[in-house]
C-alpha cells in the first residue's frame, strides 16, 4: 500500500472515517474487486472480499457500485443487498428499490453504435464484442496476438467515425465507444451531492476511473487497485488482493463499535 499524495494519506482518512456520521463506499468491479479473466462471465470477486463488503455495509456505510458493465448484470453478480449500481459507466442507474433508469441518447447516436456494433461481427469477432447502454465495447484480452492486433485496426479505424457525441476511450484489454455526457465521474460526482457530509472512498483499476478519482471529494480518498503502478489522479495505491482485504479490514475496523 503506498501513499501517493502526501496531503491525502490513509491514516487521517480512517480517523475520519470512524467519527463520521455517514460513510460511502464506492466500488469498481472488474480488475478491483475481481481479476481480469478472458472471459468476462468467469469474473468473481477474490476470496474474502464478500463478507468483508457485506460485513461494512452492515456498519453504517452505504456502498455503491460504478461500473462498465450493465448495471442489472452486476446486480446479479454482486452477494449484497440494497446496494446503488451505476452502469454502463453512468449511462444506467439501478437504485436499491430496484428502479432502473437510462439516460436519453439520441438516435443518430443509436445509429452509429449499430453501425460499428456490425463492422466488428462482419469481421468475425461478434465474440469480442460487448453492448451496452450508449456503449460499444471491443475487447481482446485472451487473443491471440494476430486477433488482438485486427482488433485494434479495427477500433482505430472505427474512431476515425466518430459522430460529435461520442467517445472513444482506451481501457484494460480494449477499446470502448460511448455517448459522452456520462462517465464514472459523474456516477461519483452525483453520489456526493447526494450525500454531502459522507465521509468516501472510491476505489478503482484503469483508466476509466480517473474521472470518478478527479470527481472525490477533499475529505474522501481515490485508491487506485492494481498490480502495478501507473500515472493516476488517485491518492492511494494498494496491489490486489492481499493489500485491497487489508484496506477493507481498515475500513471495517474504523466502523465497528
Known amino acids: 500500500m503506498k501513499t501517493?499524495?502526501?496531503?491525502?494519506?490513509p491514516e487521517p482518512f480512517f480517523e475520519r472515517l470512524r467519527a463520521a456520521g455517514e460513510r460511502l463506499l464506492v466500488l469498481d468491479y472488474d480488475g478491483t474487486l475481481a481479476p481480469f479473466t478472458a472471459r468476462r462471465e468467469d469474473a468473481v470477486l477474490y476470496p474474502g472480499i464478500a463478507p468483508l463488503l457485506a460485513g461494512i455495509q452492515q456498519h453504517a456505510t452505504r456502498i455503491a457500485f460504478v461500473t462498465g458493465r450493465p448495471a442489472a448484470e452486476l446486480a446479479a453478480?454482486?452477494?449484497?443487498?440494497?446496494v446503488e449500481i451505476f452502469g454502463a459507466h453512468g449511462?444506467?442507474?439501478?437504485?436499491?428499490?430496484?428502479?432502473?433508469?437510462?439516460?436519453?441518447?439520441?438516435?443518430?447516436?443509436?445509429?452509429w453504435l449499430d453501425a460499428s456494433a456490425a463492422r466488428v461481427v462482419d469481421a468475425g469477432f461478434e465474440h469480442a464484442l460487448e453492448r451496452k447502454y450508449g456503449t460499444v465495447a471491443i475487447h481482446w484480452r485472451g487473443e491471440q496476438p494476430d486477433g488482438r492486433a485486427r482488433l485494434q485496426e479495427l477500433a482505430r479505424a472505427i474512431a476515425t467515425t466518430l459522430p460529435a457525441d461520442v467517445c472513444a476511450l482506451a481501457f484494460d484489454g480494449g477499446y470502448e465507444f460511448r455517448v459522452s455526457?456520462?462517465?464514472?465521474?459523474?456516477?461519483?460526482?452525483?453520489?456526493?451531492?447526494?450525500?454531502?457530509?459522507?465521509?468516501?472512498?472510491?476505489?478503482?483499476?484503469d483508466l476509466?476511473?480517473?474521472?470518478?478519482?478527479?470527481?472525490?471529494?477533499?475529505?474522501?480518498?481515490?485508491?487506485?487497485v492494481r498490480d502495478r503502478l501507473r500515472d493516476t489522479r488517485a491518492h492511494l495505491w494498494l496491489r490486489p488482493p492481499d493489500e485491497l482485504h487489508a484496506f477493507l479490514a481498515s475500513w471495517m475496523a474504523a466502523v465497528k463499535p
Open 4 to 9: 501517493l499524495d502526501p496531503a491525502r494519506p
Open 77 to 82: 453478480r454482486i452477494p449484497l443487498q440494497d
Open 91 to 111: 449511462q444506467e442507474h439501478l437504485a436499491p428499490c430496484g428502479r432502473l433508469t437510462r439516460a436519453a441518447l439520441r438516435q443518430s447516436s443509436r445509429q
Open 181 to 205: 455526457g456520462h462517465d464514472k465521474g459523474t456516477a461519483v460526482a452525483d453520489l456526493v451531492t447526494r450525500h454531502p457530509q459522507a465521509i468516501m472512498a472510491y476505489l478503482g483499476d
Open 208 to 224: 476509466t476511473d480517473e474521472d470518478a478519482f478527479m470527481a472525490v471529494p477533499p475529505t474522501g480518498l481515490g485508491v487506485l
